[in-house]
């Protein structure tokens, strides 16, 4: 199934990466399947390096974040919880005419409309929009369409058995929450990470890999205290910068202040693989585009070579991840929906509350109960009952007792691959002597990333001792880091096969290596890939070298 060609820049770069075996058609000898992508030999490596490197620094490298790595079926009890079965849909219409079906806001995107919200929550398509296949103005009106993946557990397929390919990995961290908790010894503020396979089916899968209906996600549930339980403990919450990283955690941070701390850590974490700033862009949602549960959003987007122009030519780029507060909403749905307590008990909180003159309680009680009581009648929960457990929670709270808050940055993997790839490809067009001009490509990926760390590269294959040696240099990088030895063809097109592999040293196996210049016993040349500048170093200094520069 053939992707529609964006623009040039996406079809070099989708040539290239099924060329080199970075992305393939998933099932493609039986025609592809829309939406559906395979990773080659080194596009599974980059995916590798990208997760190590999100694992690491999201958790291993933390004190405060725990992993978790859950089943992608799980109780559709779940999804009930969280909304999904209900409302996670895409609005749907048809071309009457030609039958081409579309998602009813790209639909409109595309043409330089907007998709009208009724103010029942429905849709309707603006006057004017037209099949963008066959230019018929005969639509269907938009109806919404559940994005999950149903199947059923078990050998009977029936209403009962009918189970759903998660859509998101977040909703099994908050499932687990209380087992983490007591597993881990965290304690609030504390985050539980999780990478794995979300499946959406999507309507109209696009843009190469960055819309697909099978990818990965990299997800951070970071929980923490509400506003009132800070204010309670440390007298007042922390105001920070609204932009800028606001430096190390702090006990007295509520909820912007983290947000925005994770807003920034997450660029960091970008800009430490190679997307530097000026290559993201920015969206903070508005009140209208928020749901009714969340605080803020803040989009992290890249500008792909197929991302739309302002009305001023600019390029603002495509989500690459979102960083929601999400306020206390997904445990307190799970409380509520499975009858387990998904509260905490914070001694700290109690300790404090019991010292708060009298009007200070009543005013933090007074908050604490009318947020509860809002989440709860907007959850359609009747007035009298939010009431009624809006006041248990507020005098919970003066208890020591609260459900965290959570702060959550979302990432795809699929649509990071895809902004790697496209910002590190780079032509270089040469011409020779003779006025005949050529051009290559040099994947300039950050050596973080890089599929390949080093090519290994005797001079040339038929001298065994160079052969031995390079293989000896080989083995001894191998546990350390993914190397390529290559010995086929001229050093100039091998050293052009690694620019487009994007890897960013190779080492060459020489005489001099060998002894011929005694000085330079046990060197080799080492070229980097980005400038082509080349000098000696020695083997033994290697592995230190290279690992330095790879981490
Ligand atoms: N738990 C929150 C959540 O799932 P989301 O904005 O729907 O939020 C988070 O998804 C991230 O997952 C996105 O920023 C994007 O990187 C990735 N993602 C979502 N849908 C995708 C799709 N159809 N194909 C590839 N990546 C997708």
Not at 310 to 321: C, F, I, R
Not at 390 to 419: C, F, M, N
Not at 491 to 509: S, V
């Amino acid at each position: 199934m053939a992707e529609p060609k964006e623009n040039l820049q996406m079809e070099k770069i989708v040539s290239l990466c099924k060329r080199r075996g970075f992305i393939f058609q998933s099932s493609e000898i039986y025609g592809g399947i829309n939406g559906f992508w395979d990773y080659g030999p080194l596009g599974a490596e980059l995916k590798r390096n990208v997760k190590e490197l999100w694992w690491n620094t999201m958790t291993r490298e933390r004190e405060d974040v725990a992993g978790l790595e859950a089943t992608i079926i799980m109780s559709p009890a779940i999804w009930k919880a969280s909304g999904h079965v209900d409302t996670f849909s895409d609005p749907m219409c048809d071309c009457k005419k030609c039958k081409k079906r579309f998602r009813a806001d790209q639909l409109c995107e595309d043409q330089g409309l907007t998709l009208i919200k009724t103010a029942d929550g429905k849709f309707a398509l603006p006057a004017g929009t037209k099949c963008t296949a066959c230019d018929s103005k005969e639509l269907t009106e938009p109806r919404p369409f559940n994005l999950m993946f149903k199947t059923y557990v078990g050998p009977v397929e029936s209403e009962d058995n009918v189970a759903y390919l998660r859509p998101e990995t977040a909703q099994a961290i908050f499932a687990q929450f209380k087992n983490v908790l007591e597993t881990s010894r965290q304690k609030v503020p504390f985050g539980i990470g999780q990478i794995g396979k979300a499946f959406r089916n999507e309507v109209t899968p696009r843009n190469y890999t960055f819309r697909s209906r099978e990818f990965e996600q990299m997800e951070l549930e970071f929980f923490i205290k509400p506003d009132e339980a800070v204010e309670a403990i440390h007298g007042s919450v922390a105001t920070v910068p609204a932009t800028g990283h606001p430096g190390e955690p702090q006990p007295n941070w509520g909820w912007q202040a983290w947000h925005q701390y994770w807003v920034e850590e997450r660029v960091r974490f970008y800009e430490g693989i190679g997307l530097s700033r000026d290559t993201l862009g920015f969206h903070h949602q508005t009140p209208e585009e928020l749901a009714h549960y969340a605080r803020a959003c803040t989009d992290i987007l890249f500008k792909f070579p197929f991302s739309k122009k302002d009305e001023h030519g600019n390029v603002k780029g495509d989500e690459l991840e979102g960083i929601a507060a999400r306020s206390d909403f997904d445990l307190s749905q799970h409380q509520r929906f499975s009858g387990k307590p998904m509260g905490v008990f914070d001694d700290e909180l109690r300790g404090a509350w019991a010292k708060l003159p009298k009007e200070k309680q009543d005013a933090l009680w007074k908050r604490y109960y009318d947020n509860r009581k809002n989440y709860l009648t907007k959850s359609g929960v009747e007035a009298e009952a939010a009431q009624k457990q809006a006041t248990a929670d507020a005098d919970g709270l003066a208890k020591g007792q609260y459900i965290p808050h959570v702060i959550e940055p979302s990432a795809g993997v699929d649509r990071l691959i895809l902004a790697l790839i496209a910002n590190a490809y780079t032509e270089v067009t040469k011409t020779d002597d003779k006025g005949k001009t050529e051009t290559t490509y040099v994947m300039k990926f950050h050596p973080r990333v890089a599929p390949i760390k080093a090519g290994i590269l005797p001079l040339l294959k038929n001298k065994p001792e160079l052969v031995a040696k390079a293989i000896a240099v080989r083995d001894l990088l191998r546990p350390w880091m993914n190397v390529y030895y290559d010995d086929g063809g001229s050093i100039g097109k091998r050293y052009a096969r690694q620019d487009e592999a994007g890897t960013p040293f190779c080492l060459t196996i020489d005489f001099d290596t060998l002894g011929e210049k005694p000085e330079l016993l046990d060197t080799v040349t080492i070229r980097y890939r980005d400038d082509g500048k080349q000098e000696r170093i020695k083997i033994s200094e290697l592995r230190d070298f290279l690992l330095s520069k790879t981490r």
